[in-house]
């Protein structure tokens, strides 16, 4: 489905700022897989999503997407068949925009547009159906401006928008970091609840060590560019947050920095 091979990539070349943020990484994801991405600061965790949605260019290796060739794709294009939470939750959506408007441009990602009305009532209906799942009452704010909903609220309609329109892939990146922890437990659920739905394949990066080996198939952990561990099966279901700690240190050679994992 998703094949990565000896992806290298590199910051600020030859200077002395220079950072390589990706070590020839290989990554073989299949078709439905959930994957949990850990690590510490700087571990490259952000860059492989930045990498794989073609927000950066990479230096060597490849990317494929079910059979594809994806180096030479650029971002928008890419954008068809691979949606993308961020960590920043005003990201997601257009705040000027209202709920429905923003919905609209959802719905049509990916297909040709014509000229007709904007939203149907029919597209009211289907919006309405959609916002009800969420159990916020945005079912019935169609018309207000984004800008005025709460953080929350404004990464559920991100993560919905995301999903309404089956991608091949979704990348969450720490997508309830920014969240206080009530809120984010709820959108956590709802990421399970649209992702288990539609079998989507997902790959989210997380600092919260919990939800790394609660949510999804499979666990990887990165260091330095690389992937360190790669956990799923009886063994990840066996493994407790300390066990992961230990893991990491046996692999890596360095304590895993963990206050925000923690605290998140």
């Known amino acids: 489905m998703l094949e990565i091979k ?9 200077g002395v700022n220079e950072k390589k943020a990706l070590d020839s990484l290989s990554l073989l994801v299949k078709e ?11 571990a490259g965790k952000s860059t492989l999503l930045n990498c794989i949605n073609g927000c950066y260019p990479v230096d060597s290796g490849e990317i ?23 960590q920043d939750p005003m990201q997601g959506t257009a705040g000027s925009m209202t709920v429905e408007e923003n919905m609209a441009l959802a719905l049509k990602r990916g297909k ?15 919006f309405r159906e959609k916002l009800a799942l969420l159990g916020l009452g945005l079912e019935e704010r169609l018309k207000l401006p984004v800008c005025l ?10 993560l919905l928008m995301a999903t309404m329109i089956k991608p091949r892939l ?6 309830t970091s920014a969240l206080d922890p009530k809120t984010a437990q709820e959108v956590l659920k709802l990421t399970d609840k649209l992702v288990a739905a539609k079998g989507i394949t997902t790959l989210m990066v997380t600092h919260n060590l919990e939800q790394a080996l609660s949510m999804g ?13 790669d956990l799923s099966g009886k063994k990840r279901q066996e493994t407790t947050v300390a066990g992961l700690l230990q893991m990491f240190h046996r692999c890596s050679g360095t304590d895993l920095q963990v206050d925000r994992m923690l605290l998140a």
């Not at 499979?218 to 360190?228: A, K, L, N, S, V």
């Open 6 to 14: 000896a992806l290298t990539k590199v910051f600020n070349a030859g």
């Open 32 to 42: 439905g897989d959930f994957i949990t991405i850990i690590g510490s600061n700087g």
């Open 64 to 86: 494929i997407l079910d059979g594809k060739l994806l180096n030479p794709v650029p971002e928008y294009l890419r954008a068809r068949h691979i949606a993308r939470v961020f």
């Open 112 to 126: 040709r547009r014509r000229l007709r009305a904007g939203i149907s009532s029919r597209d009211r209906r289907y």
């Open 149 to 158: 909903l709460s953080g929350g609220q404004r990464q559920a309609l991100t």
């Open 170 to 175: 979704i990348l969450l990146d720490e997508h």
């Open 217 to 229: 198939n499979r666990t990887i952990m990165m260091h330095e560019g690389r992937i360190i561990l």
